[in-house]
């Protein structure tokens, strides 16, 4: 046998042995939490609540892109932010070197993308999450004034989550001159694909919801008339964040990940709670 090969421990030792896992999370996250959860031994089942996709008008975006230099910093929230800025700036003709000015970060595992795509991040936080680049920037001098770019989602069927605005305003409280653009759309998914699954919730079968995003929390609401046809359904949130909007929903969220920065820790919270009931 290779010193390589790796054998595989019983399923039934591990820690999320027999439990079904309900992914709400789009689907270029969802392959990625699925695999988490798989070696751990759950049962991972894709229902996407959301989804992402391109944006209808690119004007917004295409005139932040080409006076990109005017700019100091800009702040990534999420991978798909970063996916279809690069690609929007390929498509104008417009090179990397156009970023020479701009200070850029990003958050948790988006980190290696944009290292992937452009070389450099000049800002990794400590917490992977928007307060986080809040804390980082209030430490730096000469920050008041400067101009930031902020590349989000355009949301569309769904309220707005509070985890952008409420970023927007902790920017403009340092001062900075805070710019908006639409890169790419959130939109619920309609809820007449998932017959089969929605039944698997409301007949108890779901062990556990694992949400990703307070997009996906609300999406999910909606398909529902109450938050009592899931009650019977386990949830976990992935970051305090999160879990504090669900609890606002007036969801009762019995694991949160304390390590947000990638679906590794927040797998392990699930193993972990999981654990500690035996």
């Avoid at 391109?54 to 892109?65: H, P, R």
């Avoid at 409420?166 to 890169?183: A, C």
Wanted: a negative charge; proline letters at 5%; charged letters at 15%.
């Amino acid at each position: 046998m290779s010193p390589k090969t790796k054998l595989l421990t019983p399923s039934s030792q591990l820690p999320l042995y027999t439990k079904r896992i309900l992914i709400t999370a789009p689907r270029n996250y969802a392959s990625r939490l699925s695999a988490q959860i798989i070696d751990k031994g759950g049962l991972p089942i894709f229902m996407p609540t959301i989804e992402t996709c391109y944006l209808s008008n690119y004007s917004e975006l295409d005139a932040a892109l080409r006076c990109i230099d005017q700019f100091d910093w800009i702040a990534f929230t999420s991978r798909n932010g970063i996916i279809a800025f690069f690609e929007r700036l390929h498509d104008l003709g417009l090179s990397l070197s156009q970023l020479q000015n701009c200070q850029l970060c990003a958050l948790g595992k988006d980190i290696e993308h944009l290292l992937s795509v452009c070389g450099r991040v000049d800002l990794i936080p400590n917490e992977s999450s928007p307060g986080g680049i809040i804390a980082e920037l209030a430490l730096m001098e000469g920050i008041f004034g400067k101009k930031i770019l902020l590349p989000t989602p355009e949301v569309i069927g769904i309220p707005e989550p509070n985890v952008v605005p409420n970023f927007i305003t902790d920017l403009q409280s340092l001062g900075m001159q805070v710019t908006r653009v639409p890169t790419y759309i959130t939109q619920s998914v309609d809820k007449s694909i998932y017959a089969g699954e929605l039944n698997l919730i409301q007949q108890g079968i779901i062990d556990m919801i694992a949400f990703s995003s307070t997009a996906e929390v609300t999406s999910l609401m909606a398909m529902f008339n109450s938050i009592n046809d899931f009650e019977h359904c386990l949830i976990a949130c992935f970051g305090p964040y999160t879990a504090a909007n669900a609890r606002k929903l007036g969801i009762n969220v019995s694991v949160v990940s304390q390590d947000f920065s990638s679906f590794a820790g927040f797998v392990n919270a699930m193993a972990e709670f999981y654990s500690s009931c035996q």
